[in-house]
């Protein structure tokens, strides 16, 4: 290739990541001891977001991380207790809680994109909405936004 030809090449590629990061969003979860929701939630405990986005995961009240239970490509995630970023690069569902307030039921979703994996997630939210102490119906409210 030419020089001039591999500079419009790099020239097209970095307009192409501008552009992608320019249609790229922040959102924000909040985790906090309580809310309208009840105690030991994320705010908002439903969140649908488009592929590319990014979460960021805002302490509010000190004691909570954020750990993924269910991701559409079966990989994982986790923010530890000072918070954090995730990027979301794959469509579908996310389910996600605080490791010391799992069985408080402190969970939430994240919908990226269209919902490929709506199935298998509808199905865990039964199962894990179950096996909460307190909280009981929070998650399946929260799935019940799935579209």
Same mark, same amino acid.
């Given at each position: ?91 579908? +569902? ?30 865990? +939210? ?22």
């Amino acid at each position: 290739m030419k020089a001039k030809q591999l500079i419009k090449l790099f020239s097209v590629v970095a307009l192409l990541a501008v552009a992608s990061a320019a249609n790229s969003a922040t959102h924000v979860v909040k985790m906090k001891n309580s809310n309208a929701d009840g105690i030991m939630v994320f705010e908002p405990g439903f969140l649908k977001i488009a592929k590319g986005d990014t979460v960021t995961f805002e302490v509010v009240d000190a004691g909570h991380d954020a750990i993924s239970e269910v991701t559409p490509d079966g990989g994982s995630w986790k923010v530890g207790f000072t918070g954090g970023n995730v990027k979301f690069d794959v469509e579908g +569902v996310n389910i996600y809680y605080c490791m010391p307030h799992r069985s408080m039921g402190m969970y939430g979703i994240i919908q990226v994109g269209e919902a490929t994996n709506k199935a298998d997630a509808m199905s865990k +939210v039964e199962t894990i909405d179950a096996g909460f102490a307190m909280n009981h119906g929070r998650l399946k409210g929260y799935a019940a936004n799935i579209k």
